[in-house]
DNA sequence: TTGTACGCGTTATCAT
DNA sequence: ATGATAACGCGTACAA
């Protein structure tokens, strides 16, 4: 006989000639209750196949133990280790995340963000979208002053977090490095400088460039989204142009389009990197694949996952009335391959 | 003056001096309720600040538009794709995903699923750990009849669908490839054939192995979780044969173990394909950059996640009492690139 | 240590 | 077309 009401803890209860606030607080643990009640009531629960009903406790307790994610894409490498950091964080210490994908479009961002908050998530984490101007679709969580906590393409409010690398110090050192091996005419593929990330890559880039008396050159500067396409069509502008106007180096904000250009490069016949010397950024698997093997930023997506989430959790823990603001910056390391080395190589 | 209450339907009631229940058939524009008072609660809704309570809404109504997804890890590029697909296909029928790994370990997957459950989720997404042995853990699930779907690493159960593909027949072709390129000594790496994925990929290559009258050789067949190390130390496997023992084609179960067979190889002086030809599954980003381009087997994540979800959610819409059990196979293509083309690149 | 009684915010039912 | 009321399952202040 299928009943189809669900087992609650009045069932338990009433099984047991006790009272369901006993139940409750048995099923707890709550230590005021009778070691041996807590085993009746446990052995119960078992018996009758009980399974708490997270959001009838939800809707009385006013937490959710759960914790919206919110990002521009699921499908990229760094991005799925940010998330497998940030799940087994969560995990760890009782949380779940509800995922939500903007497609770097600020007005899906905007309404995912507004589901996660009728979700009642107990705290947000978010990268934003490609082209998101401002915060207002935030606004619910500031005033119900639910922790957000931005991770990676950040934005500066002064109540909550952040999590970042020094995107604008690893794009100095690989521009440096560059320059050290003799590169002069340094290209720079970017994305939009409305995220921190490609703003402070570029400004690095620049930086590097001034410090070494470099010209900043108008034409070596390209912005796109950094697709696989836009790596090709780099490559495809780069062969336009005359053979003394086209770059010695080329330092990629993202290694997916490092990694098109230089195949497409390669195919038409450029040496790399005695033509061409390539740098990109995230030591994406395929920077270790391709040939010569592609000189880049490692940064842990895995670390900037349980970070943030980490993070959350502690506000939650602690007065989130009263919480610090502050900005996180992980470490991050220059990987130098073979892509990068002109000297090295050309000696051989 | 802070007040920290919620803004309730109640509030709004109040505000227009209506009922709630008028507000809440409002708020969800049922057409019963008059056009203009719909207008006046969006109107008075907007202005309070008002945000709908979900799990109020949940306990109520029995449902929650929440789709738990269990997978064994996050940071696959498979994932990933199959994540970012789901996600896709949810959004767009206003439902939300819950998100675990299960990190290939049974006992998480047994935890995560009884969270799940007691988030009360819509329906259950999920690709069974490596070592997975029953499903007992998804019984809850059954009881209630709350809709499983299971995809990629799939378990028979005649109440849920399954997604896959047809790992047996890709294996097959892309071994019969192999053979067609002269091959006769074909290694395989596998994973662990308790999962569907491994043993048909494992079926498909021993059966053109036979169809071939080529010999199944123990010493061929070496099983592993396919990761970088894993190819790694296949690699060192094959180059501790005897030179003639080594295998004259490599069939992996995957491409990151692939790739890693083959650069290590390379490293030792093996020629890819004249020496060993190579073949791998998953069309991962790596195969395509990896030189030779890796032959693999392509089939789209995305198309998994969404097909999985549409099912589901097409079940939740319909009489999920009566659903009719099936099993969804996707179709897949066999990649052909330089890495496993012998004779061709030999002709040169 | 346990029980009573109420409320969390919403929706379903029945009535008007 | 709208209102009154109960109920979803749980947690907690207060009482015993």
Known sequence: MPENREVTIYDIAKHLNISAATVSRGLKNNPMINKNTRKKIADAAKQLGYQSNTFASSLRSKHTHTLGVLVPRLNSYFMSSVLAGMENAANRHGYNLIIAQSLEDAEKEKLNAETMFNKRVDGLLISLSYNTQHINHLEPFFK??????????????????????????????????????????????????????????????????????????????????????????????????????????????????????????????????????????????????????????????????NTAVTNLINHLKGDSNLYITNSITLRSDLVIRASSLKKQIARN
């Open 144 to 305: 119900r002053k639910i922790p957000v906590v931005f991770f990676d393409r950040v934005y500066p409010h002064n109540e909550s977090t952040s999590i970042v690398i020094n995107n604008y110090g690893a794009a100095y050192n690989i521009t440096q490095h560059l320059i050290e091996q003799g590169c002069r005419r340094i290209m720079h593929l970017g994305g939009n400088v409305l995220r921190n990330v490609y703003k402070d890559r570029l400004d690095g880039y620049r930086q590097a460039l001034n410090d070494n008396r470099l010209p900043v050159i108008q034409q070596l500067y390209l912005t796109s989204n950094l697709s696989e396409q836009a790596g090709i069509e780099a490559a495809r502008y780069i062969l336009d142009m005359a053979p003394d106007d086209r770059p010695d180096a080329v330092f990629s904000a993202n290694d997916t389009a490092a990694v098109y250009c230089m195949l497409t490069l390669k195919a038409a016949g450029i040496r790399i990197p005695e033509d061409i010397a390539f740098a990109g950024f995230n030591n994406d698997p395929i920077s270790k694949v391709i040939e010569p093997n592609l000189t880049t930023v490692d940064y842990s997506g895995d670390t900037v996952g």
